[in-house]
Every structure is written in structure tokens, then in C-alpha cells.
Nanobody, 115 residues
């Protein structure tokens, strides 16, 4: 069983930055490709970014390319999402999971970008 805990969200003005963290317990996820997802009010959860198990490859949704960077530290069993140049449309609850959602979803962390 893997328990995921997201943190680092908050309120930020447009153009600002936040760094999200996803820590796992119960089992290491070093062998899994991991991803970040987000869900805005009234919308379905959407894919944001993914990173291969070794961290050698990354992939981003078109909406965040050039602004967000996903990284991981397998020794700490942690995945990060550096978010720069934030826009109001980035407002959502952000979740981490395996690339294809194999683990139970955590509570997520709220990111609110004001205009």
C-alpha cells in the first residue's frame, strides 16, 4: 500500500511561483513513472506532467509546457512540481500518482492563482 501526501500549495498572484511536493509512504515508488494531475471546480481531473522512473524523461501537458518542471528524488521517495509564471487558469487541487493512476488518490494540495 502506498500513501501519497501532497504539499506546497497556496495562494499566489498571477506570475508567481510555487513548488509542490509529493511524499510517499508504505512503499517506495522508485520503479514507477510518476505524474501530477489537477482538478479545478466543476471539471474532471486532468494530466499535468509525468516523469520516468529514473527521472530521465519528462512529459507535460501543452497548457503547462515551459512553465512547469517535474522532478523526483527517489532516495527521498518524493516527486516535485516547480510551477512558474502561474496563471489564474492553473487554479486547482493538485494530485500526484503513478503515471496511470495506479495508487489511491491522496487529498491533494490546493493551488489558487489570483489575477
Amino acid at each position: 500500500q502506498v500513501q501519497l501526501v501532497e504539499s506546497g500549495g497556496g495562494l499566489v498572484q498571477a506570475g508567481g511561483s510555487l513548488r509542490l511536493s509529493c511524499a510517499a509512504s508504505g512503499r517506495t515508488f522508485s520503479s514507477y513513472a510518476m505524474g501530477w494531475f489537477r482538478q479545478a471546480p466543476g471539471k474532471e481531473r486532468e494530466f499535468v506532467a509525468a516523469i520516468s522512473s529514473s527521472g530521465g524523461s519528462t512529459y507535460y501537458a501543452d497548457s503547462v509546457k515551459g512553465r512547469f518542471t517535474i522532478s523526483r528524488d527517489n532516495a527521498k521517495n518524493t516527486v516535485y512540481l516547480q510551477m512558474n509564471s502561474l496563471k489564474p487558469e492553473d487554479t486547482a487541487v493538485y494530485y500526484c500518482n503513478t503515471r496511470f493512476g495506479a495508487f489511491y488518490w491522496g487529498q491533494g494540495t490546493q493551488v489558487t492563482v489570483s489575477s
